[in-house]
Structure formats: C-alpha cells, structure tokens
C-alpha cells in the first residue's frame, strides 16, 4: 500500500454513494478521511435511478456542475403502468416545485461512483481502491480500526470513527448481528440492460416507468440509460418469482415479460446485451446505525425495495445526516454511541415514510386512483415522496392518510 499513515481520524470501508458521500462532507471539515473500496476498478451495478432530492447533497458536495455535464439522462416523472396495462398520468416533479432541483438524472452507476470518488478525492480524501476490510478492530465495544489488505499486503489502520458504507455486504452489521430481513418485502429481483428499447421522447424521454404484471404479482421498472439503454427488471416475492420456477433467471424473466404486454411492445426488436442478474431478500435494516466509534451508512445500515428509486437517495442522505453527526461528535471530543446516534431517528422517520409508501404498492386491496380520488389534497403529497421529501417536508399526514386508507381497503376486502 503507497501510503505510510497508520490513523486517520475517519475510516471509511467502501466507495460507494454512502462511502464518497461521508467521507467528502468530513473532510471539507478538515478531518483525515482514508476510504477504502475493494473493487479496483468502476463496477457495473444496479440502482440506476435517482430521487431528485439528491440534488440537495450533489450541491454540499460540489458536483452539481459534474453531474451536468455527463450524458445520463435526465429524469422528470415518474409514470406506473397498472396489471391492465392503463397507464397514469406522470408524476412530474415540477409540478409543485418548478425549480432546477425538482428533475434529476438516470445514471450509469460505474461512471456516477466513479464522479463521486473523484470528488472526494479532490476534497482531500484519500481514496484507496482495491483495498478490502480483512476485520474491523475494537477495543472492548469501541470500534478503533482495521485490518486493511491489498493483495497480499496486510495493514492495520486506527481512526477514530469507523463509517461502514460497504453496502449490501453490511460487514459491520453482519459482525455485529445486527441485521434485521423485512418479512413483509422478501422478494427477488432479475434484471439486466437492453439496446434498443422504445423510449419516450421530450419531457417523458428520461421518465421511469413501473409496469405492474397481469396477475399482479411482480412488477418490472423500465429505466433509460445513456447511449438509448434502457435498465430493465422484474421484482416479485421469493415465492412467486423462485419456489418451484426452475432456477434459470432468464427463463422466470421471459415469462414474467409475457405477463407485461406494454412492456413487452417497448422491448419488441431490442437486444439483451448482458447475462440476466439477479439479486433477492434485498430489504432489510440494522437495529441501530451507530455505536462507540463506529457508524453505518447507506445499504450497510439498510435498504427499502426499490419500487420509488429510493436506494441511492436514502443512502447519500444517511451518509450526509451521519457526517454531521460525527463532525459534531468529534469537535465535542466524545464519538460516543450517545452523539453518533443522534442522526438516526430523522434518518428513520425518512425512511419509514417511503416504506409505508412501498408497502400500500406491494398491498393487493390499495389502489392510489382511490386513494387519490378520495384524498386530492394529498397528490402533492405524494408526489413529494416520489422527489424523495421526506426530510424536507412535512408529510406526517399523507402518511397516516395512507395508513388509515390501507386499513379501510383490506377490511372491505374482508
């Protein structure tokens, strides 16, 4: 390894949107960031879509104009395609909110994590790829350090606060036990990326689409990408897309697609350019998000199902919301378990907004026509949430509106 230091006072593990996030707002405090990211080089990934209320945190993190001038594109609505094919008006987020911030981009994420660790570079991090965490360190229930290996070369490093933003592998909440799955959202996805696709044009031309199947019992999001790509996936329950389909993904895909005309017609003479993917049981949380020294952020503290594209807006915001609170609790001398900690009730009361969002779409008995038809002051609202406003703005209303709607729904069903 090219550096000589053996502590900084921020440990970042992964250089994802969380990890680059983190570790810029903390060193434009003037703190010593070491982030390290195992991947040596931009990996493909999925969660392609953002909420525009990433544009808050791009503006914190100074690339606002880095983002602009890359060719993803940009994002204005969001549209659903019901099991009938019917399709709804667009949510654009304009609408309410006819301002810079209220349309946002389709990224390709090897290129937009890679704009991210550039940054973060550029603010003083040092970025160290193809570097994994071998072990996290404690001290008693302090966290203190790591063990770091490139290649063969094993090194350890201390730091005062260990920010774990290692994604979906949680290694910290794993080591912990921390790690709580969602009962109610145990599902799979199969995704992959296509030429060719028919897209939208103008305004609706970067617009996510969500298509519900016919039977209702899996739904496929439909994301432009640059270079006239289009991101496609299919997501459903562990029972319905796995227990006794086989095992091949691309066969449960096929099948599912022929459950989806209208997204089928768009994909007519397209080409599949990659093996399908797969990913499942992807909605979980840890039980706390810090601890003495240590921090979680990102999909290593948890992940909502991706219906709203909330994935990499929950993470750069916990990331933003758990920066804070370690720079605080290091200018007050104590990274305790006490001060890391105060960022996480906003952090769950954001998140439990979209995950009651997510779990009236999921509901077979709740229809948001309805819904809306009978609560029109809400589409405001609603389609905040779909910005990703949770933090912003007042939405306790909406949501209990939403509850209390479920509830009424499911005992009329009855």
């Given amino acids: 390894m090219s550096s000589n230091r053996d502590h900084y006072d921020i440990l970042v ?15 434009q405090h003037g703190r010593g960031v070491l982030l390290a990211e195992r991947s040596a080089t931009p990996q493909f990934k999925v969660g392609e ?32 395609v019901n099991h009938e094919g019917r399709a709804s008006k667009p949510f654009y987020f304009h609408a309410f909110r006819d301002e810079e911030s209220s349309q946002t981009w389709q990224v390709r994420r090897s ?10 570079a550029e603010h003083g991090v040092e970025v160290r790829r193809g570097v994994a965490v071998r072990e996290f360190l404690f001290d008693g229930p302090r966290a203190v350090g790591a063990l770091l290996q490139e290649g063969a070369d094993i090194r350890r490093v201390s730091a005062r606060v260990i920010v774990d933003a290692s994604g979906q592998s949680a290694l910290l909440a794993r080591h912990l036990k921390l790690r709580e799955f969602e009962t109610k959202l145990r599902n799979v996805s199969y995704y992959c990326h296509f030429d060719g696709a028919r897209l939208d044009d103008g305004i609706d031309g970067g617009a996510t689409i969500i298509f519900r199947t016919a039977d209702r019992k899996a739904w496929f999001w439909l ?6 790509r289009a991101s496609v996936g299919v997501v ?25 005309p209208r997204l089928a017609e768009r994909l007519l003479g397209a080409r599949q350019i ?20 240590w921090v ?15 994935g990499v807006f929950l993470a750069m915001k916990s990331a933003e919301l758990a920066a804070d609170a370690i720079h605080d609790a290091l200018v007050a001398g104590a990274p305790s378990a006490e001060r890391l900690c105060r960022f996480e009730p906003e952090l769950r009361r954001g998140s439990e907004a979209l995950r009651q969002l997510v779990y009236a779409y999921y509901d077979p008995d709740f229809s948001v026509a309805e819904f809306l038809a009978r609560h029109p002051r809400f589409r405001r609202d609603l389609t905040e949430m779909l910005i990703g406003n949770v933090f912003r703005v007042d939405v306790e209303d909406f949501v209990a509106a939403l509850v209390d709607h479920r509830r009424a729904s499911s005992k009329a069903a009855c």
């Fill in 111 to 120: 290129e937009f994590d890679q704009l991210l660790l550039e940054n973060a």
């Fill in 274 to 293: 990659m093996p399908m993917k797969a990913i499942r049981d992807f909605s979980y949380h840890a039980r706390q998000a810090a601890g003495d020294g």
């Fill in 296 to 310: 979680l952020v990102g999909d290593a503290f948890g992940f909502i199902d991706p219906i709203y594209s909330s």
């Fill in 13 to 27: 593990a992964g250089g994802g949107p969380a990890g680059s996030t983190a570790a810029t707002l903390l060193a």
């Fill in 49 to 80: 879509s953002l909420m525009p209320a990433t544009y808050w945190i791009f503006e914190r993190l100074g690339v606002l104009d880095k983002v602009r001038a890359t060719s993803f594109p940009q994002k204005r609505s969001v549209q659903f």
């Fill in 223 to 228: 994301i432009p990408q640059p270079e006239e």
């Fill in 236 to 260: 459903g329950s562990v029972e319905d897309l796995v227990e006794d389909r086989g095992g091949d993904p691309q066969k449960v895909f096929d099948q599912e697609l022929a459950q989806c």
